[in-house]
């Protein structure tokens, strides 16, 4: 009786939400795991998705999932791209950074060896192309080396808040090989008010600065934004900003701001909604750049062998709840 209730609770439920929605229905109890038995099993019946299971609360999607994979850029494919976090330290604190650095967080350094190691593991697992970033990595003095291990075997991205290109360090990076190398600089906005009031007074006529200093030193300039739901006039504002300065559209990165780390709001980011890419910071493996501080993205405390690690990351969707509940250990990677 239990039993066909719930089936009707959940066909209830089910037929009011459109296609790719989620609705929670409550499960009936005393016997929750049975009740979660018959919930996946009805969802596998009639092509509906069991999304989770949380204090006796089941999510359902209705329909399956699309897979977001499909029609992604070959060098968008999971474990094509490597991440590393040279560092988690900051020379400044951005009210959003979603790792959480800033002048006082821990250094946590990859280190060199560990970072020749990991280009060189990545060229055999298939990895095209590395992407260098923090923290800042311009306040590390071995920064040529960090880089130039990776150049020496792949087309590698430098990170930076640009704010840093001068005196020794620019010395630094004029050394660096500009054929493989791009810098991707941090500018959030057209005028100093919407990035400063983030990042700090002054720091967008650094960065501002600096584009124009690595520019001018021949290297390709990617510049990345984050902004919390700009209206579509304050972007081509933007744009518009972005071509004066000699920035390319496909150099142009405007992403949503992801409520990690310090964010307060934004975008919510988890295992289930973001393609993985696979990161590696001192401290393990993780599923995405933008969750290398957070321990529910964790994929594994074990960076070597590196193959070893991206396998640990599934190819397509992440698993489901009712795939987990299919895994002795209910854990996130395939055992
Ligand atoms: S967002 Fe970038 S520049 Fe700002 S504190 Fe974080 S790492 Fe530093």
């Not at 239990?2 to 089936?7: G, H, N, Q």
């Not at 250094?107 to 800042?136: F, M």
């Not at 704010?163 to 493989?180: F, K, N, P, S, T």
């Not at 933007?238 to 390319?248: C, D, N, V, W, Y």
Request: one cysteine or more; charged letters at 25%; aromatic letters at 4%.
């Amino acid at each position: 009786m239990v039993t066909s209730t719930l089936i009707l609770d959940l066909v209830e439920a089910m037929i009011v939400v459109p296609r790719g929605q989620t609705v929670e229905v409550p499960l009936r109890g005393p016997d929750l795991k049975g009740d979660q038995a018959l919930v996946t099993a009805w969802c596998l019946r009639t092509g509906n998705e069991l999304v989770e299971v949380n204090n006796g609360v089941a999510t359902l999607r209705r329909g399956l999932r699309q897979n977001p994979l499909v029609g992604l850029a070959p060098n968008q494919v999971p474990g094509t791209r490597l991440w590393m976090y040279t560092n988690f330290d900051c020379n400044l604190a951005c009210d959003y950074c979603c790792v959480r650095s800033s002048p006082r967080a821990e250094r946590r350094a990859l280190g060199v060896d560990r970072v020749r190691r990991l280009a060189n593991e990545a060229v055999a697992a298939g990895v095209v192309e590395l992407v260098l970033t923090g923290g800042e990595p311009f306040l590390l003095p071995d920064i040529e080396e960090l880089v130039e291990a990776c150049t020496s075997v792949l087309p590698t991205t430098l990170l930076t808040n640009g704010m840093l290109l001068h005196g020794r360090r620019l010395e630094r990076l004029r050394r660096m090989d500009r054929e493989r190398l791009a810098l991707q600089i941090s500018l959030d906005s057209p005028t100093p008010g919407l990035h400063d009031s983030h990042r700090g007074a002054g720091s967008w006529a650094r960065a501002v600065e600096g584009i124009r200093t690595a520019q001018s030193e021949g290297f390709r300039v990617r510049v990345a934004a984050t902004l919390d739901g700009p209206r579509s006039d304050e972007l081509a504002e933007f744009r518009e900003f972005l071509h004066h300065l000699g920035i390319r559209s496909e150099d142009q990165v405007i992403r949503a701001l992801a409520h990690r780390g310090l964010a307060d709001k934004g975008l919510e980011l988890t295992v289930d909604t973001l393609i993985p890419e696979v990161t590696v910071t001192a401290d393990g493996i993780y599923w995405h750049p933008v969750s290398a501080d957070d321990e529910d993205q964790l994929i594994s405390r074990e960076i070597f062998p590196l193959k070893g690690a991206i396998d640990e990351v599934p190819p397509g969707l992440p698993p489901t709840a009712q795939e987990r509940t299919r895994r002795p250990n209910g854990s996130l990677a395939p055992s």
